[in-house]
């Protein structure tokens, strides 16, 4: 079945470090790839998509592209802020309308 | 709305017992969907619905679990006999069609089953 493979946090990095979370997936046909973001005591929030190879999402700074070859879709930024702490999901939806998700990755910056 | 609301925020129940949790979503959205997310997981799919009916309910982990949407708006989501493993937060999302990825998300239901 399909899944989605996200590097364990909690990920602690200082204002201003480069920020990379990775996420691997599984999956059957063309996924189309997301990242979401939950902030402390908020909904989960839409930060950006690629629905075809090569594509890259951006937002806010952020950035992802889906390497099909090594079934990738990192996430990055090259200057992260306190305001990014949030906890990071990884998705996927291969047409089913249903979205699949890793387990998170929680980001925590420090001043 | 402005935004997909859930009711209530905060759930106690006791094991055995009926929950029904609500969801309202955003004005116009035809498609709504029900995600659970367990503590330190990510959101579970649970049932996609598109108007009126259920187009994928093939993330409901058992019969005790039942989602109904009668007017294509407000949704319910109706646990039968609680158990303690259901206990977690539970997440409605909806967006403008089945073809659109703008989900919004709502701010969950957190369900304790004691």
């Known amino acids: 079945g399909d899944s989605v493979t996200q590097m364990e946090g909690p990920v602690t990095l200082s204002e201003e470090a480069f920020l990379t979370i990775n996420c691997t997936y599984t999956?059957?046909?063309?996924?189309?790839l997301f990242w979401y973001v939950q902030y402390p005591g908020e909904g989960l929030q839409l930060l950006l998509k690629a629905t075809k190879a090569d594509d890259k999402g951006s937002n806010k700074g952020f950035e992802a592209t889906y390497r099909k070859e090594t079934t990738s879709f990192h996430l990055e930024k090259g200057s992260v802020q306190v305001s990014d702490s949030a906890v990071y999901f990884c998705a996927l939806d291969t047409g089913r309308r249903a979205l699949t998700f890793g387990s998170g990755t929680r980001l925590q910056v420090q001043p | 709305g402005a935004g997909v609301s859930q009711t209530p925020s905060n759930k106690v129940t006791e094991k055995g017992k009926y929950v029904e949790l609500r969801c309202d979503p955003i004005?116009?959205?035809?498609?709504l969907y029900w995600y659970r997310q367990s503590l330190g997981q990510g959101p579970e799919f649970l049932i996609y619905f598109q108007g009126t009916g259920a187009a994928d309910d093939s993330g409901l982990p058992n019969d005790r679990f039942f989602a109904v949407r009668p007017e294509g708006s407000v949704s319910t989501l109706k646990i039968q006999r609680t158990e303690r493993g259901d206990s977690a937060v539970y997440l409605c999302?909806?967006?403008?069609?089945?073809?659109?990825?703008?989900?919004?998300f709502g701010s969950g239901t957190r369900l304790t089953v004691v």
């Open positions: 999302a909806s967006s403008q069609g089945p073809n659109n990825y703008g989900y919004t």
């Open positions: 004005s116009g959205h035809t498609a």
């Open positions: 999956a059957t046909g063309y996924p189309s």
